[in-house]
């Protein structure tokens, strides 16, 4: 915000005068924050400010520049500025790893069991989506990763430029999409583990099997345990079998601080939602019902 009319500070001003200025100084700014308070129509701003003109006591009017108190996606300039803000976190969505496909179905999810579990997660602990294909675990993924980048960006980002700028900076450095077979064929990606807040593993189960590969993702997972990270995993074994090929050790640690939601319902390819509920919670591994399980 800037002020007209005010006076410029010189060698010979005294502090008396100084005094006397900087208090005229908050009284115009307190006289148009009020006057501000009360404008509720758009009054055209330019650049997302609008000119407020105040009068103090014995003094002539004086102009105020001052943030348009109306500013939303609804007039030019603010939609201008929420437009650059979408395509900022878009281009930042797409850097961290997101696949495509799931990008573009981001404006009208199905509400999968699997999605709603994804769009009420805590973004504590670890997210476990079993199933079989096509029941929408690996968008389910996707989604939590969309909300916690929205998070970096903070509720501001879409008015100020350089908040977008460091929200985007926070965002890439804070997430990580990789595919098991990936993340686990390369004793090099142990960085990785540690390093991102959020990491996603898309295919659980799909890297080889092997002493290594399991030996790498009882690593991550302690990993992640013992740093309290948000961890988001999808995979087509239920619980059992991830017991089987990981051991007590993962799972153990999986369940005491996190949650598994086993996914049913194929996803429509016309935009509809598949069959199958929200599901019953159960304690049961194996069992075939679709559950939300889990607690520390």
């Not at 701003?45 to 520049?65: A, F, K, N, P, Q």
């Not at 281009?91 to 509400?111: E, Y």
């Amino acid at each position: 915000m800037t002020t007209e009319g005010c006076g410029k500070m010189t060698a010979g001003t005294t502090e008396n005068e100084c005094a006397k200025r900087i208090d005229r100084v908050n009284r115009m700014l307190t006289a148009a924050y009020e006057k501000a308070r009360h404008i509720n129509e758009c009054m055209g701003c330019i650049d997302g400010r609008i000119e407020i003109e105040v009068s103090l006591e014995g003094g002539t009017g004086e102009r105020v520049w001052w943030p348009c108190p109306c500013l939303s996606t609804e007039c030019q300039y603010g939609w201008e500025l929420y437009s650059q803000y979408i395509s900022r976190v878009q281009h930042v969505i797409a850097h961290v790893g997101i696949p495509k496909i799931h990008i573009k179905n981001f404006s009208a999810p199905q509400k999968t069991p699997a999605f709603i579990a994804a769009d009420a997660w805590d973004m504590e602990g670890f997210l476990i989506f079993t199933g079989n294909a096509a029941t929408g675990k690996s968008f389910a993924a996707s989604w939590t990763a969309k909300r916690y980048i929205m998070e970096c960006f903070g509720r501001n980002a879409w008015l100020d430029p350089f908040e977008r700028d460091m929200g985007a900076e926070r965002a890439q450095k804070s997430v990580l999409w990789t595919y098991a077979y990936d993340l686990a064929g390369d004793p090099a990606n142990r960085d990785k583990v540690k390093r991102f807040p959020l990491l996603l593993i898309d295919g659980l189960g799909m890297e080889e099997n092997s002493s290594k590969t399991r030996s790498f993702i009882n690593y991550a997972v302690s990993a992640r345990y013992d740093e309290q990270l948000p961890t988001v995993m999808t995979t087509h074994l239920n619980a059992t079998e991830m017991r089987t090929r990981y051991g007590d050790g993962v799972m153990n640690k999986i369940m005491r601080f996190g949650q598994v939601v086993r996914c049913t319902g194929e996803i429509s390819s016309g935009g509809m939602e598949g069959k199958g509920g929200a599901g019953k919670q159960s304690t049961k591994e194996g069992d075939s019902t679709p559950i939300v399980k889990g607690g520390f």
